[in-house]
């Protein structure tokens, strides 16, 4: 065998050494693309599920969205003020989520077990005042989102939710 056959034969190991090297470099950076949408779905569900607790919890504004439940014009100033924070946190929560999904980056069972809470926030009575005061103040995209979903959630939703008869 010739000096310029082992080289021919090395050449040839040699470039199957860095295609399987780069076969190996695409196996190992999808999976690690897998395990970070994995770990972003887990915070994500995380973020979403605390804050429901959170509220679920917090007896004070279960209370403030019993007493808004014919619009923000019944409660004070303060109470206002504070049910706008809530609702404003709340729908940068779904927002953020929202463009998440949209992106790609949320697994459809994360995206469709956020739609029940977030339906219920947009259905509730006193949204239809911090939406039309501050809906502006959020992204055409995600508005056009959110009027979609309220216009296709029936508008006793929040009604069937706490056990009332639809009006």
Do not use: C
Not at 22 to 48: D, M
Not at 95 to 101: D, F, G, I, S
Not at 124 to 146: C, E, I, K, S
């Amino acid at each position: 065998m010739s000096l310029e056959s082992i080289y021919f034969i090395a050449g040839i190991i040699t470039g199957l050494g860095v295609i399987i090297s780069l076969i190996f470099v695409g196996v190992q950076l999808r999976e690690q693309v897998r395990e970070s949408r994995l770990a972003a779905n887990f915070l994500a569900s995380t973020e979403v599920r605390k804050e429901l607790i959170r509220r679920a919890d917090d007896e004070w504004y279960l209370e403030l969205r019993e007493k808004a439940s014919t619009g923000l014009s019944v409660l004070t100033p303060v109470e206002t003020s504070r049910f706008v924070l809530h609702s404003g946190a709340t729908m940068r929560l779904f927002e953020a989520l929202y463009y998440q999904n949209r992106d790609g980056r949320l697994d459809d069972w994360l995206w469709s077990s956020v739609q029940l809470p977030f339906r219920q926030t947009i259905s509730h009575p006193a949204f239809d005042d911090y939406w039309r005061t501050l809906g502006q103040n959020y992204t055409q995209d995600f508005r056009d989102h959110v009027a979609e979903i309220r216009g296709a959630a029936p508008k006793s939703l929040y009604d069937e939710i706490n056990g009332r008869e639809a009006q």
